[in-house]
């Protein structure tokens, strides 16, 4: 199932030990080389082990994220895999999205991820003021994106794209309705 990062905010935690709600998620923690959530920043929690390793997230649902227990519950220095990930300092919104020949598509306003694994699946980018008119937003497929930089992520071309939509979109049919008639079939039959 696919969900809007942004949706996320405010998830509750519930824990199969205390049977209640533990602590709500404030914020995701983006891996920028693979592009997936592998924490989340909590809120809430009361002392200073306020990240939740993605891994230690036994099921996602309405009702909110399943763990263990509160121990499950880290600190920045205790994952080096989330250290080194909160060090580089990484966030996906307000990004810039360029096209791989430096055309300025927008700003990533929000994100969709697969509720199994948390992995980035599409970026929503929010157009500038003149190109916003015409298209408000754009939803690019994370097949798209060819590279991820500190200040920017690349997508392929965007001509590319709207020439393969032309094309579709200039498909005329070659096939006839035997169910009409035509003009021409009329006056045989007369």
Request: proline content about 4%.
């Amino acid at each position: 199932m696919l969900i809007y990062a942004s949706r996320l905010i405010g998830t509750p935690v519930l824990s199969m030990q205390a049977s209640s709600r533990v602590a709500s998620i404030a914020a995701p923690i983006v891996d920028p080389d693979s592009l997936k959530i592998i924490a989340f920043y909590l809120s809430e929690v009361g002392r200073e082990t306020n990240i939740l390793d993605a891994k230690s997230i036994r099921e996602y649902s309405n009702f909110g994220m399943v763990v263990d227990s509160e121990d499950e519950f880290v600190s920045k220095d205790d994952v080096i895999k989330i250290e080194k990930v909160l060090a580089l300092n990484f966030d996906l919104i307000n990004k810039k999205v360029e096209t791989k020949k430096g055309t300025k598509l927008g700003r990533i306003s929000d994100f969709t991820i697969t509720s199994d694994n948390f992995s980035v699946q599409q970026i929503i980018v929010k157009r500038p003021l003149i190109k916003s008119f015409l298209d408000p937003e754009l939803t690019i497929p994370r097949s798209e994106i060819v590279e991820v930089t500190d200040d920017k992520i690349v997508v392929k071309d965007e001509e590319k794209t709207i020439r393969a939509r032309a094309e579709k979109e200039d498909f005329i049919p070659n096939f006839v309705n035997p169910f009409r008639t035509t003009a021409h079939a009329k006056e045989k039959d007369s």
